[in-house]
């Protein structure tokens, strides 16, 4: 049979994409390369680290599914904030941002592990509404996680995403990057917040919100195709 072996699965998807890749690499494409390597290094250890799996890393892309929607959302709060910890040290021909989009959806999953399906597309279309450094989610997780993980999450509204043909309620999360030593040090050892990149709020000590938030813009291209 043609679809031997083929599974239908419900995940947890993120998709992230490099904010500006290609004119990082005609900057200096060195070290776009070693920052895009020190970023992947990022995304695999927090995925593995909330029991995730990255699927694909394709050029400056990056998807993942979990099987837990909770997992997917610290993880992504958890990459956010060390990789702006890491853009803090770094000049701005270096610094690469990423956008990360998640998604629960359908899945098809092949026997060689790769997935297919709307929840791709989805999952990928909610990364490109993000802000560089940010984080934006569907209804679907929002639902899920929205009082179980201590964060900000800002309702954008219904978005109508290209080639999705269904509205999609989209939230935007707070991120903040986490505090440096010099910044601890001088609140007392209390937690502080490095000021560099978008605002990300630490997982345990944020409040759930859901209050109306400015327009996003539409979505582009979708990364990840069935």
Do not use: W
């Not at 709307?118 to 940010?134: C, F, M, S, Y």
Request: hydrophobic share 45%.
């Amino acid at each position: 049979m043609g679809d031997a072996g083929l599974r239908h699965r419900l995940l947890a998807i993120l998709a992230a994409d490099a904010v500006g890749y290609s004119r990082l690499m005609g900057v200096d494409d060195r070290a776009a390369v070693e920052s895009l390597d020190a970023a992947r290094v990022v995304f695999r250890e927090h995925v593995a680290a909330c029991d995730g799996r990255i699927v694909d890393m394709a050029g400056d892309s990056v998807l993942a599914v979990f099987e837990a929607v909770v997992d997917a959302v610290k993880a992504s709060l958890s990459i956010q904030q060390d990789l702006a910890s890491q853009a803090a040290t770094l000049s701005e021909s270096r610094c690469m941002r990423f956008r990360i989009g998640v998604h629960l959806g359908d899945v098809i999953e092949k026997p060689d592990r790769s997935v297919y399906g709307d929840g791709i597309n989805v999952a990928a279309r909610l990364q490109a509404l993000a802000e560089p450094g940010g984080i934006t989610v569907s209804d679907a997780v929002h639902g899920v996680v929205g009082g179980r993980i201590h964060t900000t999450f800002v309702d954008q509204g219904e978005q109508r995403l290209k080639n999705i043909p269904r509205p999609i309620r989209v939230y935007a999360l707070k991120v903040q990057s986490r505090p440096t030593a010099a910044s601890s040090d001088a609140n007392g050892g209390s937690t502080g917040l490095a000021s560099k990149g978008p605002a990300a709020l630490p997982v345990s000590q944020a409040s759930t919100s859901t209050s109306a938030g400015p327009a996003i813009r539409p979505a582009s291209a979708a990364p990840y195709s069935a």
